[in-house]
């Protein structure tokens, strides 16, 4: 094997081992308190779903209320 052929194959299995960053993003169109409690499940959903995924890692929750 030469040493490019090396480099392209280790290139390729550092590609595969890198996780893909991931988002969310939670909003809510009210203020009232059923909603507000909907923005908090929203996150936590998004977040528990995101870190189940073996290959994905949490960038970021992006928030609207």
């Known amino acids: 094997m030469t040493l490019d052929q090396y480099e392209n194959l280790n290139q390729k299995r550092n590609a595969q081992r890198a996780k893909?960053?991931?988002?969310?993003?939670?909003?809510?169109?009210?203020?009232?308190?059923?909603q507000a409690n909907s923005f908090?499940?929203?996150?936590?959903?998004?977040?528990?779903?995101?870190?189940?995924n073996s290959d994905w890692e949490l960038y970021d929750i992006f928030a609207e209320m």
């Open 20 to 34: 893909k960053k991931v988002a969310a993003y939670c909003r809510v169109s009210t203020d009232s308190e059923d």
């Open 40 to 52: 908090e499940n929203q996150c936590t959903f998004f977040r528990q779903y995101i870190e189940r």
